[in-house]
C-alpha cells in the first residue's frame, strides 16, 4: 500500500468494506442531510468492493486442492468474507429503501446507486459461481460457516424492490434511472414492477425508456403483458435504442405481444434496417395471431432495399405457413431476388403454404 509497497488482499479489502457498513449504519437516520449522504455513500462503496473483487474469484469450478496451497490468501477465508459482507448488505437493503423516499435529492440518488452495487454485485456472483464457504467446504471437511452471498444479497434487493417501484416516479430523472437499473439487474423476481414499468416506457428521458424496455425484457411474458400497449408505441420513440429494445421485448413475449401488431405491422417501413429487421422478428415470434401482418411483409419482401429485411420477411412469411396465402406473388418474385439469403427463404416459405 503506497510507498509501503504492501498490497491489500481480497481479504483485507473485504474486512475494511464490513467495518465501513456496520459504522455507517447508524448514520442513514440521522437527522442531516449531509451526515445521510456521507453515509448511503460509505455504504455504496463497501457494496462497490464486493463488485470489484468478486469477477476476479476463481469459479468454485476451477477451484482445485492447489489454489489452497499457493494462493495468497486461503479461498476459502475469502469465501468466509464475502458472505458475512453479503449478509451484512442484505440488512442495509431495507434501511437504503427507506432512503430512496428521503427529502434529500442527493441522499436519494445515493441510495439508489448503493443499490445498484449490491445488484451488480449479486449479477457478477450468478454469473461467475463464486462459491458460499458451505459449498467450498464441502467434501473438504474444512469448517467455514457462512451464507451463501448471492442469496443474501438477492434477499435484500427483494425487499427493497416495492421502494425501487416507487423510485420510477420521483422527480428526479437520476433517481429514476437508478432505480431502473436496479430492477433490471434484479431480472424476472423484479415481475411486480411490470405496471410501474409499462408506464416508465412514457419517461420524458430516452434513458430511463431504454432501461425500462430492457427491464420488461428481463420479466415473464405473462407478467409483462401490461406493458405491450406502451411498448407498440415506443417502437416510434425518437432515439433508436428504446426501439430496439421494445421490439426485443415484445419479441421475447412471443403470442402475449399480439396486442401490439397493428404497431408492429406499421414498423415494418419505419426506421433504419436494424429496426426493421427487429420488428419483423417480434412478428415472426407472435406467430398465427398476428397474421394480419402478412400483407406488409410481402411488401418488405419485394420492396425494401436492404437484403437483411427482405431475408426476414420471407423467414416470417414461411413461419406462418398457409396463412401466407396470400404473400405467394411476392414470394415468387423473391425467387429472381439478387441475394442468395433471400431467395433461399422464399423458396422454404413457398414449399410451408402448401403445408397442411
Known amino acids: 500500500m503506497g510507498n509501503l509497497g504492501v498490497k491489500a488482499t481480497a481479504g483485507d479489502r473485504l474486512r475494511v468494506a464490513e467495518s465501513v457498513l456496520i ?10 442531510a449531509a451526515v445521510r449522504r456521507l453515509c448511503v455513500e460509505a455504504i455504496a462503496l463497501a457494496g462497490a468492493t464486493l463488485e470489484d473483487i468478486i469477477p476476479n474469484l476463481k469459479p468454485a469450478s476451477d477451484l482445485t486442492p492447489m489454489d489452497r496451497m499457493f494462493s495468497e490468501e486461503d479461498p476459502i477465508v475469502v469465501a468466509a468474507e464475502l458472505s458475512l459482507l453479503a449478509d451484512l448488505a442484505e ?14 435529492a442527493e441522499t436519494r440518488l ?7 452495487e449490491m445488484a451488480s454485485a449479486r449479477s457478477w456472483l450468478i454469473r461467475r459461481g463464486t462459491p458460499s464457504p458451505a459449498r467450498m467446504k464441502e467434501g473438504k471437511g474444512i469448517a467455514a ?6 442469496d443474501s444479497l438477492r434477499k435484500g434487493l427483494l425487499a427493497a424492490l416495492p421502494a425501487l417501484t416507487a423510485s420510477l416516479s420521483d422527480p ?62 415506443q417502437l416510434f420513440d425518437p432515439d433508436l435504442d428504446p426501439r430496439l429494445a421494445a421490439a426485443a421485448t415484445l419479441e ?20 433504419d434496417a436494424e429496426i426493421r429487421v427487429a420488428v419483423i422478428h417480434a412478428i415472426e415470434a407472435i406467430g398465427p395471431e398476428a397474421k394480419s401482418a402478412v400483407p406488409a411483409l410481402a411488401q418488405a419482401l419485394v420492396s425494401d432495399p436492404d437484403d437483411r429485411v427482405r431475408q426476414a420477411a420471407a423467414e416470417a412469411l414461411s413461419s406462418f405457413g398457409p396463412l401466407a396465402k396470400t404473400a405467394e406473388p411476392a414470394l415468387r418474385r423473391a425467387l429472381d431476388d439478387s441475394e442468395s439469403t433471400v431467395r433461399k427463404a422464399a423458396s422454404s416459405a413457398l414449399l410451408n403454404l402448401e403445408k397442411e
Open 145 to 150: 460457516p457462512g451464507s451463501d452471498p448471492e
Open 252 to 271: 421475447h413475449y412471443g403470442k402475449e405481444s399480439a396486442a401490439a401488431v397493428p404497431d408492429l405491422t406499421r414498423a415494418i417501413g419505419v426506421g
Open 110 to 116: 445515493r441510495a439508489a446507486r448503493a443499490l445498484k
Open 172 to 233: 428526479d430523472v437520476r433517481v429514476r434511472l437508478e432505480a431502473v437499473t436496479v430492477i433490471d439487474l434484479i431480472g424476472p423476481e423484479a415481475r411486480p414492477t411490470a405496471p410501474d414499468l409499462a408506464k416508465a416506457l412514457k419517461d420524458p428521458d430516452l434513458f430511463v425508456r431504454w432501461a425500462a424496455a430492457r427491464a420488461l425484457g428481463n420479466i415473464d411474458a405473462a407478467d409483462g403483458k401490461v406493458a405491450v400497449p406502451n411498448l407498440g408505441r
Open 91 to 104: 440488512k442495509q437493503a431495507r434501511p437504503l429503501a427507506a432512503r430512496l423516499k428521503d427529502s434529500d
Open 23 to 32: 459504522a455507517a449504519s447508524p448514520g442513514l437516520e440521522d437527522s442531516n
